[in-house]
Nanobody, 126 residues
Framework: QVQLVESGGELVQAGGSLRLSCAAS????????MGWFRQAPGKAREFVAA????????NYADSVKGRFTISRDNAKNTVYLQMNSLKPEDTAVYYC???????????????????WGQGTQVTVSS
């Protein structure tokens, strides 16, 4: 079992920046891919970014490429999502998720992940 807790979401103006964090606890001795997803009201949950178990590879949705950066600190069992140049369309609840195993960063579907956090709200005002 792995527990995930996100933090860092808040209200920010368009063009601003935020850094989300996701702290993992439980069976953190396992190898795991980490991903960030988001869900806006009335929309399906969508992939944002993923990072491989060792941080060696990353993957981004086209909508955030060049603006968002995913990283991880395995010593702290924490994954981060640095979000720059935020737009109103980035407004959503952001979730982190983990897939146990030595996978790369290509996992971009909700059903591919084993555990999920409770989400953190990001609101970007225009």
């Amino acid at each position: 079992q792995v527990q995930l807790v996100e933090s860092g979401g808040e209200l920010v103006q368009a063009g601003g920046s935020l850094r989300l964090s996701c702290a993992a606890s439980g069976r953190t001795d396992l190898y795991y891919t980490m991903g960030w997803f988001r869900q806006a009201p009335g929309k399906a949950r969508e992939f944002v970014a993923a990072i491989s178990w060792n941080g060696g590879s990353t993957n981004y949705a086209d909508s955030v490429k060049g603006r968002f950066t995913i990283s991880r600190d395995n010593a702290k069992n924490t994954v981060y999502l640095q979000m720059n140049s935020l737009k109103p369309e980035d407004t959503a609840v952001y979730y982190c998720a983990t897939k146990i195993g030595r996978y790369g960063s290509s996992l971009n579907r909700v059903l591919e992940y084993d555990y999920w956090g409770q989400g953190t709200q990001v609101t970007v005002s225009s």
